[in-house]
Every structure is written in C-alpha cells, then in structure tokens.
C-alpha cells in the first residue's frame, strides 16, 4: 500500500504547483563517503528533501525551491531552535540540530547540495521550512549566516501553512481540481470557510 505524504507536504505540493513548479518528493541525500567526517554508523541512513520544486520559466534563486516540512503542532519558534542548535541542546527526543541537519553539519550541506544539483541541475535555489505554524520572527532565520554558509550561498526562507493555504485558495476556480487537497480546499470555500490572511 502507498503511503502518503504528511499533509503539510501535500500543501507544499498543492501551492508550489499552483505556482507553476513540477515537484517531486522525497529526494534522498547522505554525505559522501569520502568525507574526512564520515561515520559510518551515523552518517549511513538517508536523509531526504521532502519536495524539491523546479520551475521552469523562472531564473534565480527560486527557480529550485527545496523544501523542509516540520509539521510542529505547537509551532515553529526560530529563534528557540536556533539557540537550541547553538547550544547542543536536546529537542523532540534528539540533538537539535539533527533536525536541521543539511543546515547545521557540513558533511550533510555538502550532500544535500549535491542532491539538489544532481536532480535539478541547480547550483542556485531556495532552501524553504514549511511550518504548520509560525511562533515569533522569520527574521532570525532567514538572516542566520550560518545557514546560508552551509548551503553554499543559498538563502533559506521560511512560510507557513496559512500563507500557502490563503494564497492556493485565491487562485480556485469553480473548476474542478486536479488533486484531493485542491478539491478539499474547494469545499472549505464552497462552505464560506475561507482561512484568512494574518
């Protein structure tokens, strides 16, 4: 039986396309074996981009937009992750920055770039946080130079759930949709159960 992606990602995917994105899931990525820091009883599980969304009549940074879910249902505070980051503190039962591993290790920013590339044949793009909710200020993140160091330039970026949700609805027609969540959010609207902006 096929298992389905977390219904943060298909939002991801329902909006990226509505953008005009092809996208694809779950893009494996590991450090190289070679790498000086390679460990083999740590560094030999997968990890995964779960939507890379290429486009192609746009030029730049967002022509490539690889995409990280955290579907956190208290939220997405970047300044506490990134001082738990910082500080090798414990989150969610693991070291923090395990969860943000392409961003934060740089035998795994190596890897995760190359993924990119070898599926896009971009050296340039997006890394974007796809949150089920935003706790404080983006800024912090996306202005988080270490980030960008480990992506090799590239500018990480954050949007919410309700940012993409607000943005697909308003672009439904009473056309019929191509996926199951363009029709559910359909429906939301045909009930007058519009999300609203924040």
Known sequence: ????????????EEYLVHKGYFVQHNIKFLPRKDHPDF???????HSDID???????????LKVVAVSCKSWQSGFNPAAEIRAIEGDKIRRGRKAWQAFRELTSPKWSEGF????????????????TAVAKLVGSRDVWEGYQPFRTALEGNPPTIITFRQMV???????????ASTEVGRMLQMFLAADMKVKPD
């Open 113 to 128: 770039v190359k993924a990119v590339k070898d599926a896009t044949g971009a050296e340039r793009f997006t890394h974007v």
């Open 51 to 61: 939507v890379l969304g290429y486009h192609p009549l746009m030029d730049g940074d």
């Open 166 to 176: 607000t943005e697909i609805q308003g672009k439904l027609t009473t056309t019929l």
């Open 1 to 12: 039986m096929a298992t389905k992606e977390d219904i943060l990602e298909q939002i991801v």
């Open 39 to 45: 460990v083999l009883n740590q560094d030999s599980n």
